[in-house]
């Protein structure tokens, strides 16, 4: 398997930054929309990431993509590939 093809598959997630107040890391939290089993109704949840961001760019509102990564410290597992959309 080459690296181009490992890279690919890793996941890839689309969210909104939450906290920036930590040095080269951002909350990013993932809303959804999932239909509850029992009740046949749509619930929100809401998930936290820890995203590293080498270049402290993602502000709190803005809109991020992150991708899988090793870990780099006991909670980060993720990184910041690009801002989508800038807070207004």
């Known amino acids: 398997m080459t690296e181009v093809s490992a890279r690919s598959s ?3 997630r689309e969210g909104l930054v939450v906290s920036s107040k930590m040095n080269k890391t951002v909350v990013v939290a993932l809303v959804e929309r999932v239909r509850h089993p029992k009740y046949d109704k749509f619930v929100i949840r809401t998930k936290k990431f820890y995203a590293h961001d080498e270049a402290n760019d993602a ?8 991708v899988e990564t090793r870990p780099l410290s006991k909670t980060k597992r993720w990184r910041v590939v690009e801002v989508l959309e800038r807070a207004k």
Do not use: F, M, N, S
């Not at 502000?59 to 992150?66: A, E, F, S």
């Open 10 to 12: 890793r996941k890839a």
């Open 59 to 66: 502000k709190v509102g803005d809109k991020v993509r992150i």
